[in-house]
């Protein structure tokens, strides 16, 4: 079977182990993801900060090639990718004048025929249903997963999991063997793109999410983001400074839990390829 | 020939503000048969109507129709003027210019064709206008009603008061309602028992008022003045004439840990039981879903008990069947349930409570005898948060309603929590204070300046438990969004007011509408706010919207007044809107064929089949004949009708007829 894939910047630079252990969890289980040719950037915050027209643009231009391509199904890791897809898909399809607008300037057809899934829709309908029995090393920890803002929000638009209190991951989490901890900053900021620009308000943000986790016992916070994903795992000195201790939980992508659970390779999986030393 | 007068209405500016009113009038008075024809800024006014009153003396009036607003407001009002003038009212007319084309459409030459449109084919119309005599029906002079909270018990002592019957049905063991459950009463901190108990005794010994308790309206048929009602009196499973009260079977009841409606889950009662030691009829029910007979087969405990032998396993829910006249809806609220809040942790975390939780706590009937004690460890807390609009005023959560009681009550629980915890530190996230009413401001001011209630201006994101406190985490506005965070020891959310599970079964069993909410729709939100829309079924208190006390009262008094007025005549007036069959000379008789087709499709039985007999009493046909006590006018039997032998009064099929050829310019 094939499925369109989006990677976005992040899988291709900083995150490039979250790609990996999609495609090497995608190839176990017999799925081709198929990149989308001539890609370009979601637009991210920037966009939509400065042009509304360009922030949909961008995305419609991504939903136009992969029609062209043949793609009924795209799978976003991102979740900010998938955030912008999915709100241009909406407003395209609420307004039939900015939709002629925006492809107009594209240049190219848009019908919106093309699904896009995020990792945990992904999960869910084509790795779960045969996961079990592939299940060789459970995932047997105590582990707090972590949403972040983007992946279930707008909630109106995404029609997706719990707004307040998502279950999603814990769901996925659970048929993999291990524990879901019942915790207080699923969907807290973690401070997002101030990594760059005020490391210690990421270190503030990301703190009390690292701090609660490890409260309450959680030996691996599990995410499904790119951007939580290197605050919490690279911004990890940061994060101990403002907690005054020293905390190694590691932070790892819902792919590469599984793609443990499932015995694939370490390596292949990318965990060699983060601050915190995965050693779960 | 017909000599008809049009009336063309500005309504202020809005009709003429999209409508050449001057023009409409002009060309009116150029139709066959009008006589006279006039615009005029107010027709409602006083001036307004002496112009149509005038015109009918001066010029001779057959017919008159008034281009104005829609005819449910003012087709009274100018009816009555028609017939103050010598017209029969039912030779009037309106053309509905405001609703149907000025407020819909912009300004410009097309809007004001459409008016002159409107008024063309009523013109005709009216031409085949017949004058009409009101119906006469009788008033049983009983009022129905429904739910026993303080709106319910002010409208019946109120009705009653006046002379009149009253039946009171409260679907919980004891009347009461949420009022009961209070503890002190904004803005003047009066203990709300020992305002409310008086008034309940009052209503249980009134000698125009039956009460009965546990019981639920079935169903309702009927019209204003003459409604049936089936009443289910649920099984108490005793003698209610036996039981003496003595208390005995619930102090001896096994079963003793199911949690109390009246206490809010907060405290316990057991599965024989009377609510609260105030209720009234002080005798307790068996909640047969969870006593052990009814679910073991074995126990009696309460009947080995009980010194007067007045238990009674076997009894049936009876349906009983009541003649009314009026029915008064006070069926009252309920505050939204967990899981609404997962952010909030409302039922995860203990000491996260409902602001109803609370006034149990605080009151000296309640769980911990009016201390304010965590339910998690009966810890007094230290620190307090109430958060206002918890989920009032979110349209993310659906309520974008403000649910008006919370401001007040929080303010009284900050006040009470720190009158009662002294040392103790309490706050209150709140988006806006709404404190309108006579004296609520100044509680407000007080609770902040007097007893040091801190306000943070400001919503929370999160609640979360963290070394034992329940972290609550939201931002103050003031301070530049500053995110702030307290580790208090409880917190009370001021949960949305909503209506009550069932609001929209009643409401049909009642045909009143109801809002997306379920609330019940008032007839015209400032005019009519007691009055539904079915004639005869009125409201009072929080089942309209979210109400306090004083609210709920006034809405009461209100409703009572409008009962009483219903009841001060022996007979009530109905507009003749109503179908007839025709009648015809002999041989014929009627066109009716007495095929009875009408008969199966009346909504309202009131078709019934009449024996036409000749002098020697032999019947020679049979034909259908309508009630006009129960017909409602809905012209169901006149699409039935083959023959074409059934018409509705006032909109016959031939004004129906004359009305389309008007518009397609025929005439």
């Known amino acids: 079977m094939t499925l369109g894939f989006y990677p976005g910047c992040s899988l291709k ?268 | 020939m017909s000599k008809i007068g049009v009336f063309v209405c500005h309504c202020g500016e809005n009709i003429s503000a999209t409508v050449d009113c001057a023009r409409v009038a002009e060309t009116a008075g150029n139709y066959d048969g009008v006589a006279f024809s006039v615009d005029y800024k107010y027709m409602c006014s006083d001036p307004g109507q002496n112009l149509i009153k005038n015109a009918i003396k001066e010029q001779g009036l057959t017919g008159v129709v008034v281009a104005s607003c829609s005819p449910r407001m003012h087709e009274p009002t100018f009816r009555k003027a028609c017939a103050e003038a010598g017209l029969n009212p039912f030779m009037c007319e309106m053309a509905n210019l405001r609703e149907h084309c000025s407020w819909v459409h912009e300004k410009g030459e097309a809007t004001t064709e459409k008016a002159i449109d409107l008024v063309r084919i009523l013109v005709e119309k009216v031409k085949y206008n017949h004058s009409l005599n009101e119906i006469k029906v009788p008033v049983t002079k009983t009022a129905l009603v429904i739910g026993g909270g303080i709106a319910g018990i002010q409208a019946s002592l109120d009705i ?98 199911i949690p109390s409606e009246f206490n809010e889950g907060l405290g316990k009662r057991t599965a024989i039981y009377v609510p609260f030691p105030q209720a009234v009829p002080n005798k307790p029910v068996i909640d047969r879903a969870n006593c052990t007979y009814y679910i073991k087969g074995k126990c009696k405990v309460c009947e080995i008990v009980c010194p007067t032998g007045a238990i009674r396993f076997d009894q049936e829910d009876q349906i009983m069947e009541v003649e009314i006249g009026a029915i008064v809806i006070a069926t009252g609220f309920t505050v939204k349930q967990p899981d609404f809040f997962p952010e909030y942790g409302y039922g995860k975390f203990p000491d996260v409570i409902t602001g109803l939780q609370f006034e149990r706590l605080a009151s000296a009937s309640g769980p911990t005898l009016g201390e304010i004690r965590r339910p998690s460890d009966g810890k007094i807390p230290e620190k307090i948060v109430f958060l206002a609009c918890a989920g009032s005023r979110d349209p993310a959560k659906g309520i974008p309603y403000c649910s008006k009681i919370c401001c007040m009550y929080i303010a009284k629980h900050a006040m009470l929590y720190q009158h009662k915890v002294h040392g103790g530190k309490s706050y209150v996230f709140y988006m806006d204070i709404r404190a309108g009413g006579k004296q609520y401001e100044e509680f407000v001011r007080r609770a902040i300046e007097d007893d040091g209630v801190n306000y943070v201006r400001g919503r929370v994101s999160r609640i979360y438990e963290k070394n034992g406190k329940l972290i609550v985490a939201g931002v103050d506005t003031l301070l530049n969004a500053m995110p702030v965070e307290i580790d208090a020891d409880m917190v009370v959310l001021a949960t949305a007011g909503v209506a009550n599970e069932g609001a929209e079964e009643l409401a049909q069993k009642l045909h009143v509408s109801y809002d997306p909410y379920k609330f019940f729709a008032e007839a015209h939100p400032k005019l009519k706010p007691v009055e539904t829309n079915t004639a005869g079924i009125f409201l009072a208190g929080a089942c309209q919207a979210p109400r306090d006390i004083p609210e709920s009262v006034a809405m009461a008094s209100g409703a009572a007044v409008k009962v009483a007025a219903l009841f001060s005549k022996d007979e009530l007036t109905r507009e003749p809107i109503i179908a007839v069959v025709n009648r015809q000379a002999p041989p014929v008789y009627s066109s009716c064929v007495g095929c009875f087709l009408c008969v199966s499709a009346c909504p309202y039985q009131a078709i019934e089949k009449e024996e036409i007999k000749n002098r020697n009493g032999e019947v020679i046909k049979s034909i259908a004949k309508v009630n006009p006590g129960l017909c409602q006018g809905c012209g169901t039997c006149v699409a039935f009708c083959r023959t074409k032998s059934i018409d509705i009064q006032g909109y016959t099929n031939e004004q129906m007829y004359t009305e389309v050829m008007a518009l397609l310019n025929e005439y």
């Open chain 2, 160 to 257: 009653a008061n006046t002379g009149h019957k009253v039946i009171l049905i409260e679907k919980d063991p004891s009347i009461g309602g949420h009022m009961s459950q209070l503890s002190e009463t904004f803005p003047t901190l009066d203990c709300s028992q020992c305002i409310l108990t008086p008034r309940m005794v009052e209503v249980a010994q009134h000698p125009n008022i039956t009460l009965y308790t546990y019981a639920e309206l079935e169903s309702l048929e009927g019209f204003i003045g003459n409604f049936k009602a089936k009443i289910r009196r649920k099984s108490k499973s005793i003698d209610e004439k036996l039981c003496t009260g003595c208390g005995l079977c619930t102090t001896k009841c096994p079963v003793k840990k």
């Open chain 1, 13 to 280: 630079g900083s995150s490039r182990e979250y790609a990996e252990s999609v495609l090497a969890l995608a190839k176990a289980f017999d799925i081709n993801l198929e990149e989308i040719n001539d890609w370009n950037c979601c637009g991210a915050t920037a966009a939509h900060n400065m042009n509304k027209e360009l922030s949909l643009a961008l995305p419609t231009r991504i939903l136009s090639l992969a029609e062209k391509q043949g793609l009924k199904e795209i799978v976003v890791p991102c979740a900010a990718c998938y955030s912008r897809l999915t709100v241009t898909k909406h407003e395209l399809a609420e307004d039939s004048a900015l939709c002629s607008a925006v492809t107009e300037s594209n240049g190219l057809e848009y019908t919106g025929s093309v699904s896009v899934l995020n990792v945990v829709q992904f999960l869910d309908k084509y790795i779960t249903p045969n996961l079990e029995g592939k299940v060789v090393k459970p995932f047997d920890h105590k582990v707090a997963c972590y949403y972040g803002c983007l992946l279930v929000r707008p909630h109106e638009i995404l029609k997706f999991d719990r707004e307040e209190d998502p279950q999603s991951l814990d769901t996925l989490m659970l048929k993999s063997g291990a524990t879901p901890i019942d915790w207080a900053f699923k969907t807290e900021c973690c401070g997002a793109g101030l990594s760059v620009s005020r490391t210690s308000s990421v270190g503030r943000l990301s703190g009390k999410i690292i701090g609660d986790a490890k409260d309450r016992g959680a030996e691996t916070v599990i995410v499904a983001c790119p951007m939580c994903h290197s605050n919490l795992d690279m911004r990890r000195d940061a994060i101990n400074s403002y907690l005054g201790e020293k905390i190694d939980i590691p932070v790892l992508y819902i792919t590469q839990a599984i793609g443990l659970a499932i015995g694939l390779d370490r390596k292949e999986l990318g965990l060699q390829r983060h601050f915190v030393k995965v050693t779960v």
